[in-house]
C-alpha cells in the first residue's frame, strides 16, 4: 500500500471516527438535559478520543514520510 493511499485510508477512519464522536455528543448532551446518567457514553467518548489521537499522530507522520520522500525526489 502506497503512502497516499495509508493517508486517504486514516482519513476515512478519522471521519468514521469524528461521525461517532458527534453521535456520542448527542447522546451526553440529551441525557444530561433529561438527568439521566451519561457514564457509557463517556467512557465510550474518552475511547474514541484516544483513536481519534492515535490517528493524528499516524496521519501525520505517514505525512511527514511521504514530504520527506519528495525532497529527497527531487534533489
Not at 500500500?1 to 469524528?18: K, P, Y
Not at 440529551?30 to 496521519?59: F, I, Y
Given at each position: 500500500?502506497s503512502?497516499?493511499?495509508?493517508?486517504?485510508?486514516?482519513?476515512?477512519?478519522?471521519?468514521?471516527?469524528a461521525?461517532?464522536?458527534?453521535?456520542?455528543?448527542?447522546?451526553?448532551?440529551?441525557?444530561?438535559?433529561?438527568?439521566?446518567?451519561?457514564?457509557?457514553?463517556?467512557?465510550?467518548?474518552?475511547?474514541?478520543?484516544?483513536?481519534?489521537?492515535?490517528?493524528?499522530?499516524?496521519?501525520?507522520r505517514?505525512?511527514?514520510?511521504?514530504?520527506?520522500?519528495?525532497?529527497?525526489?527531487?534533489?
Amino acid at each position: 500500500m502506497s503512502r497516499e493511499d495509508e493517508i486517504a485510508q486514516v482519513r476515512e477512519q478519522v471521519g468514521v471516527l469524528a461521525e461517532q464522536v458527534g453521535t456520542l455528543l448527542d447522546i451526553i448532551s440529551r441525557r444530561t438535559s433529561s438527568g439521566a446518567d451519561t457514564t457509557t457514553a463517556d467512557d465510550k467518548l474518552e475511547v474514541l478520543e484516544t483513536l481519534m489521537w492515535k490517528l493524528h499522530r499516524r496521519q501525520s507522520r505517514l505525512k511527514a514520510a511521504a514530504s520527506s520522500i519528495g525532497r529527497e525526489a527531487r534533489a
